[in-house]
């Protein structure tokens, strides 16, 4: 059976996440921006927490753990790459690594370009993806560590996933990669239509997050970079589809 998965906001823009499973009781908590309302989703729930899952090391996703396990002790798991800036782990994981919660497999991809070491979850079961800075609703992670083409193959991986995917990211940041992308894509119809419906979400207080693949794939430039019509509207028809990639993460930096 598909895990339950639960948003949870935090902080003023961050999501985490529960993926609980009825049967066994097991619930996994994907990264630990804020304390607080993972553990008030927890005790509206009556879950009981069995694993975090940490992304990457970046301190909106990890720093509220060492108080949730105060209360919710848990088997903490993350990238092997990034152990050396990650809280203790109890499992150490890479690329092709797989482990079980509940009734789904859990298995690990190497996503870095937002960090060297950000991995993601993909939850082939509950179809589910948590993708926390790597792939983001309209959006993708600045490459604080990585390079370009680093983050193009970690996007392409994602992309390869079934379109019926949901993506689980870790920012409500989606109303201003909206404006972004309609800088890149102005005549995109399914642009357009995500664009009105992310502002009908914001305004009633709706998160963004999460997302289907397929949407991803059909609007949001970082994944369209291979696009013929996306290269045409850069004057770039004939560069590789990693440097696409790369002049269009330069123009958000500086959007």
Request: with cysteine.
């Amino acid at each position: 059976m598909p895990l339950e998965i639960v948003t949870i906001p935090c902080l003023s823009d961050n999501y985490a996440f529960l993926a609980h499973d009825a049967a066994s009781g097991e619930t996994a908590l994907i990264d630990a921006p804020e304390a607080g309302p993972v553990l008030a989703a927890l005790a509206d729930r009556g879950w009981t927490l069995s694993h975090v899952l940490l992304t990457h090391h970046h301190w909106d996703h990890i720093d509220a753990l060492p108080q949730i396990l105060a209360s919710q002790p848990a088997k903490v798991i993350g990238a092997a790459a990034d152990a050396h800036r990650l809280p203790d782990l109890d499992l150490a994981v890479a690329e092709g690594d797989s482990f079980v919660i509940g009734g789904d497999e859990v298995q690990v991809l190497d996503v870095s370009g937002h960090t060297v070491g950000h991995i993601a979850f993909y939850m082939p079961v509950s179809k589910t993806v948590f993708t926390a800075d790597s792939l983001m609703a309209l959006g993708c992670g600045r490459l604080f560590e990585g390079t370009p083409p680093q983050m193009w193959a970690s996007l392409c991986k994602l992309a390869a996933l079934p379109a019926d995917t949901i993506v689980c990211s870790g920012h409500e940041y989606t109303e201003a990669n909206g404006k972004f992308a309609q800088t890149i894509e102005a005549d995109n119809a399914d642009l357009q239509q995500r664009i009105r419906d992310i502002a009908a979400a914001r305004q009633n207080g709706t998160p963004t997050v999460p997302s289907m693949l397929q949407l991803e794939k059909d609007t949001n430039p970082f994944l369209r970079a291979a696009e013929p019509a996306v290269k045409a509207a850069l004057g770039m028809e004939d560069v590789a589809d990693a440097e696409v990639f790369a002049e269009i993460r330069r123009r958000k930096d500086s959007f």
